[in-house]
């Protein structure tokens, strides 16, 4: 009988790992409310990365808790930073190292907010486990952490060697970790051969290789007037005012049927391969399902293929919001003296965010000097993250596809995420490794949403994937890395 066999058999009898153990060791890392955008609640979030700390040197690893400094806050204050775990099981020069990338803290959430479930108390409803961070990203870190207990308990050695890198602050940019990762370039990570990221989700109900994300460019677009807010019955029809400036002008980013009017932008797009049109084609994706979803009754795009490629390999303008404008309940006749566009630009293959700041910046400038008004525009460019693209013919994907193969009898579908992972593209440009996504969370779990949770059937089957997966990854070819 294979490894691979009697792992399997094991896991799946609870002779190896108790799997109330397992869902209780959720239920507790779901308790500590690890929400890293609230200052206030950044004893939790200290709590939480002792706690991984803690359950990684019961398993025998050698751990750090590295110090990543500190944080400004908007009142010139600072504030620690969680400290990034990082851990090592194994060290045989002969075997592959992979580095398991994952991350502990959560985004807000309150049961106000329209969650049927505490947030914070891990509640099973038809085999459902809800709680914030359950899928994003708690049980995909602790899967990971089974997996290696899997082989311990069966008294077998890892078949990598597996570290673990494991951040507080991922929800709000990952603040110091660039700067921890190119600290230990030639330490911690000098002997990795491959990263393996499991932060994202399947598309649909079949397992899922992730292989691309895109990237963003965040920005603001400032109109200031007057030197104060005015009253409209006073002063309406005698200033130009800056909130019909600033919509005037984020008019002009997109047209109705979703083409970007930026000059220079579409033209950068790397073109879509007949492969890659292919791929599409094949995915499990059902358009439907996907409207009932979200809510709504039409879409930008009425056939599969262009709806997956507008998701994940097109640029798009979003715009998120308007600072100093009215938004408040009720009525108030105000001008404002100022206001402050927030959008992004999601970014592609071969787009580049320094020459899409100057685009957008250079554009909006023209535009508004078309208006000839007296008021003042700034465009600030706060985000620049670059696309990540990987080569699904590599062969930690062909790993990938071997494990998913074994575990759920099926082939994966190879997707792209729409939204952006930052941590990828800087493991790629600091270390050169290579990097594969496995993500074992559903399509509908409700990431960043109310009532996010993760399937006891993904929980448990993502286990015994990541069980497979380092069997496969062993039978890597040194030539390959």
């Known amino acids: 009988m294979t490894i691979f066999k009697v792992i399997i058999q094991y896991i799946s009898s609870d002779n190896v790992l108790d799997l109330g153990c397992v869902f209780q060791m959720l239920r507790d890392w779901v308790a500590i409310e690890s929400d890293s955008s609230n200052v206030q609640k950044r004893p939790e979030l200290h709590r939480m990365m002792e706690t991984v700390a803690q359950k990684l040197q019961l398993m025998g690893g050698t751990v750090q808790l590295v110090d990543i400094g500190e944080q400004e806050l908007p009142d010139g204050q600072t504030l620690e930073l969680p400290k990034v775990v990082t851990a090592q099981f194994g060290n045989d020069s002969s075997k592959h190292t992979v580095c398991i990338y994952g991350h502990v803290d959560v985004q807000p959430a309150k049961l106000e907010d329209g969650w049927a479930t505490d947030p914070y108390n891990l509640t099973e409803i038809n085999g459902n486990l809800y709680g914030r961070g359950a899928s994003d990203n708690k049980a995909p870190v602790l899967a990971w952490i089974h997996a290696v207990e899997a082989y311990q308990a069966l008294s077998m050695d890892l078949p990598v060697n597996v570290k673990f890198v494991i951040e507080g602050m991922e929800e709000t940019g990952s603040n110091g970790l660039d700067a921890m990762i190119m600290a230990q370039r030639d330490t911690f990570f ?27 460019c965040y920005f603001f677009a400032e109109v200031e007037g007057p030197k104060q807010d005015l009253h409209s019955g006073v002063y309406g029809g ?133 208006r000839k008004s007296p008021n003042k525009l700034k465009v600030t460019m706060v985000i620049g993250a670059k696309p990540w693209l990987a080569d699904t013919h590599h062969p930690l994907y062909e790993a990938g596809k071997v494990a998913i193969k074994r575990v759920f009898n099926m082939d994966p579908d190879l997707i792209r995420e729409g939204g952006t992972i930052p941590i990828a593209r800087t493991f790629q440009d600091v270390t050169g490794k290579s990097i594969i996504m496995m993500p074992i969370g559903g399509f509908d779990d409700g990431l960043h949403s109310q009532n996010e949770k993760m399937s006891r059937y993904n929980y448990i089957e993502g286990t015994k994937l990541f069980i497979a997966y380092l069997n496969e990854v062993s039978q890597i070819k040194r030539t390959s890395v």
């Not at 391969?273 to 499990?284: H, L, P």
């Not at 404008?325 to 402050?340: M, R």
């Open 190 to 216: 000098s002997e990795v051969d491959y990263i393996i990221i499991s932060d994202c989700g399947w598309l649909s109900r079949r397992p899922a290789l992730t292989y691309g994300t895109r990237g963003n």
């Open 238 to 370: 005698t200033v130009i005012e800056p909130m019909t400036d600033l919509i005037g002008i984020l008019d002009t980013l997109i047209s109705p049927s979703g083409k970007i009017l930026i000059p220079g932008i579409r033209e950068a797009v790397a073109p879509l391969s007949d492969e890659e049109w292919k791929m599409y084609q094949d995915i499990q994706f059902d358009m439907d399902n996907y409207k009932n979803k979200i809510g709504v009754n039409q879409l930008m795009y009425s056939n599969k293929v262009d709806l997956l490629a507008h998701m994940w390999r097109y640029p798009t303008v979003s715009i998120h919001g308007i600072e100093g404008a009215f938004s408040d309940p009720g009525t108030k006749t105000v001008i404002p003296a100022k206001v402050t566009a927030k959008f992004s630009i999601r970014q592609v293959p071969d787009m580049d965010p320094a020459m899409v700041k100057k685009q957008v910046t250079d554009y909006l400038h023209s535009v508004f000097a078309k």
